[in-house]
């Protein structure tokens, strides 16, 4: 996925911002088959987690209306994602929510080896829900989990992508509802 997000980003030159979101579907930008199999495979043990492993929050998060698994079910993603974000020198992403059932991200870069500091904050319901007044708290959590290891948070949650010094942070994510 970094691969094929870096030859996207060669192909596709930007003077812009230091975050780039890349779609990793097929429709609209789609950074190759790989890639949106890899996307696939990710949500799918995703839901397989979630259903599996955490049945009352799946019985909260998406109620079945008759159907068998989640796996069954549509997806309704968040604006064009999955997609992969990468972060250059000074790349973040402000605090805000989704707004979507779960979110789910993989960092697919290596914290310490392939960037310098960045990771993703959450403030606590307690210290702010707005999450346009969130940079004037520090994070109540700041995670940078290797490479690799899946996590998700419901779409109510206030969260950020933090500044990188240095380096290239790559994650994937993608934020839906199942219908």
């Not at 789609?30 to 019985?59: K, Y």
């Not at 992403?93 to 392939?114: E, K, N």
Request: charged share 20%.
């Amino acid at each position: 996925m970094i691969g094929a997000a870096n030859a996207w980003c060669d192909r596709e030159p930007w003077t812009g911002e230091s975050l780039r979101r890349m779609q990793c579907h097929t429709r609209g930008i789609n950074l190759d088959g790989e890639a949106h199999a890899l996307a696939h495979i990710i949500l799918t043990r995703v839901l397989w987690f979630v259903e599996n492993l955490e049945p009352e929050l799946t019985a909260e998060l998406f109620p079945r209306k008759g159907k068998r698994h989640l796996a069954d079910m549509s997806f309704t993603f968040s604006g064009q994602e999955p997609m992969i974000n990468r972060y250059t020198t000074g790349g973040m992403f402000d605090p805000h929510q989704d707004g979507h059932a779960l979110t789910v991200l993989v960092p697919l870069s290596a914290p310490d080896m392939d960037f310098s500091a960045g990771g993703t904050a959450f403030w606590s319901g307690e210290v702010t829900s707005d999450s346009s007044v969130a940079k004037s708290f520090p994070p109540s959590l700041v995670i940078r989990p290797p490479a690799g290891t899946g996590i998700f948070w419901r779409g109510h949650i206030t969260h950020a992508g933090l500044p990188i010094r240095s380096g290239m942070r790559h994650v994937f994510v993608a934020s839906f509802d199942l219908s």
